[in-house]
């Protein structure tokens, strides 16, 4: 009961922190944004689509996927400033739940990132997107494992490097290979066969396949519940070493 209030406070605080300078949420949507009005009306001859609705189908998923991935592998710069103005160090004299510490920050960019989400999905039901209600749901349920994992590594990183200056390429570093080997922008189904006994490596082109899958309404499909497990493991993985990375910063 202490870790669920603990965690709901923390939650609350950075909620209104975000909420204070909204126009952050509005500045991580403008770059997908930008894609899904200027890049993705090229896709369907590039595609062989049959109607721009289907290309839409599969570019639209991948987007949202990149929000989640990029929205949370940054979040840690705003914990670096927080190190800098010494609100972790206070926080040394508080009985708060190290684990919530972490929690109540990562639900924090959760929810941002499904607000997001929610606008990126209305802007292509105008361009004649169309997705069932509770696939949707369960795509968001993926985005948010996404979000969860990634804003937890993003976190413990910073409490590792402490400094913009070795974040920001850190990041950069480990983002660019995962958004080439994942098919975020364009499937893989025409890569090599090199390339693709890559991709199958990488976490997150499950997690895009899952999500397309949704999107086609293929509910039974393998790469759904595939997807599902994987971001669920590493989710899980991605907070218990974060929150070990709090413990001993907050000791």
């Given at each position: 009961m202490?870790?669920?209030?603990?965690?709901?406070?923390?939650?609350?605080?950075?909620t209104?922190?975000?909420?204070?300078?909204?126009?952050?949420?509005?500045?991580?949507?403008?770059?997908?944004?930008?894609?899904?009005?200027?890049?993705?009306?090229?896709?369907?001859?590039?595609?062989?689509?049959?109607?721009?609705?289907?290309?839409?189908?599969?570019?639209?998923?991948?987007?949202?996927?990149?929000?989640?991935?990029f929205?949370?592998?940054?979040?840690g710069?705003?914990?670096?400033?927080?190190?800098?103005?010494?609100?972790?160090?206070?926080?040394?004299?508080?009985?708060?739940?190290?684990?919530?510490?972490?929690?109540?920050?990562?639900?924090?960019?959760?929810?941002?990132?499904?607000?997001?989400?929610?606008?990126?999905?209305?802007?292509?039901?105008?361009?004649?997107?169309?997705?069932?209600?509770g696939?949707l749901?369960?795509a968001?349920?993926?985005?948010?494992?996404?979000?969860l994992m990634?804003?937890?590594?993003?976190?413990?990183?910073?409490?590792?490097?402490?400094?913009?200056?070795?974040?920001?390429?850190?990041?950069?570093?480990?983002?660019?290979?995962?958004?080439?080997?994942?098919?975020?922008?364009?499937?893989?189904?025409?890569?090599?066969?090199?390339?693709?006994?890559?991709?199958?490596?990488?976490?997150?082109?499950?997690?895009?396949?899952?999500?397309?899958?949704?999107?086609?309404?293929?509910?039974?499909?393998?790469?759904?519940?595939?997807?599902?497990?994987?971001?669920?493991?590493?989710?899980?993985?991605?907070?218990?070493?974060?929150?070990?990375?709090?413990?001993?910063s907050?000791?």
């Amino acid at each position: 009961m202490k870790f669920a209030r603990d965690t709901w406070l923390i939650f609350q605080r950075q909620t209104q922190l975000l909420l204070r300078n909204p126009v952050w949420v509005f500045v991580g949507v403008f770059q997908p944004v930008m894609y899904l009005l200027l890049f993705a009306p090229l896709l369907k001859p590039a595609l062989n689509a049959p109607t721009q609705a289907a290309a839409y189908k599969i570019f639209v998923p991948g987007l949202l996927v990149l929000l989640a991935i990029f929205g949370g592998l940054f979040q840690g710069f705003g914990l670096i400033a927080e190190l800098r103005a010494g609100v972790i160090e206070r926080s040394r004299v508080t009985p708060i739940s190290r684990l919530a510490l972490l929690l109540g920050r990562s639900l924090r960019d959760v929810v941002s990132l499904l607000v997001q989400a929610v606008i990126i999905t209305l802007l292509a039901l105008l361009f004649d997107l169309r997705v069932f209600l509770g696939d949707l749901l369960l795509a968001y349920l993926m985005l948010a494992l996404i979000a969860l994992m990634t804003s937890a590594v993003s976190y413990g990183v910073a409490l590792k490097v402490k400094s913009e200056d070795a974040l920001a390429p850190l990041m950069n570093t480990v983002a660019q290979p995962v958004l080439l080997l994942s098919g975020i922008l364009l499937p893989l189904t025409f890569a090599p066969g090199w390339l693709q006994g890559i991709a199958d490596w990488n976490p997150f082109s499950w997690a895009v396949d899952g999500t397309r899958a949704l999107f086609a309404g293929d509910l039974g499909s393998d790469k759904v519940w595939q997807g599902l497990s994987i971001t669920a493991v590493l989710a899980v993985l991605g907070v218990v070493w974060a929150a070990r990375q709090f413990a001993r910063s907050v000791r």
